[in-house]
């Protein structure tokens, strides 16, 4: 068994870089978080959702205050969760923005649709959450957005797509 050890020690500190490094050790699905309307639809991939409740349900994304979407979800007050089959690789990258596509234009790939919010919602995704934005918390470069979920689809023959140590992985059920 390999492991390996980051600097310590009160000269190395302990900073985002040394924290990122650890982070990639945790396996999480892939998102697509959404909001706005069609001409003016905005999103981007997000692996910083979890569930927050059951009763009434509810999630939290977390979302970079530089982000396209930040703002907008502010504005429209909704925003849809859609987590990603592993066919979906291409469009993950697509709204992290390694490919210089921004906006709307993020969106000319995938069957994207509503359910009651209005948030644009990927219909062949894993599974979709429609939310209606109840809070949001700033904390440094990013917010945290609480969502109470109104509507959602799922597709049961779907697999994963999940983001571990920097790249993306599928897993299939055996």
Not at 3 to 16: N, S, T, V, Y
Not at 91 to 120: S, V
Request: glycine share 10%; proline share 3%; aromatic share 8%.
């Amino acid at each position: 068994m390999k492991f390996d050890r980051l600097p310590d020690g009160p000269e190395a500190g302990f900073d985002g870089s040394a924290y990122r490094q650890l982070m990639r050790h945790q396996a999480a699905g892939v998102s697509v978080v959404a909001t706005g309307e069609i001409g003016s639809r905005v999103g981007l991939t997000a692996t910083s959702v979890a569930s927050l409740s059951d009763s009434p349900p509810k999630l939290l994304v977390c979302v970079g205050r530089a982000a396209q979407a930040h703002d907008a979800i502010h504005r429209h007050g909704v925003f849809s969760v859609n987590f990603l089959a592993s066919e979906h690789q291409a469009l993950a990258q697509r709204f992290a923005g390694r490919l210089d596509i921004d906006g709307e234009e993020r969106f000319a790939e995938g069957r994207w649709e509503t359910l009651e919010t209005g948030a644009p919602v990927l219909v062949d995704a894993l599974s979709s959450l429609d939310c209606r934005l109840l809070e949001s918390h700033t904390f440094s470069t990013h917010s945290i957005f609480i969502g109470r979920v109104v509507a959602g689809i799922n597709n049961v023959d779907a697999d994963p797509l999940i983001y571990f140590r920097g790249g993306y992985r599928e897993i299939s059920r055996s």
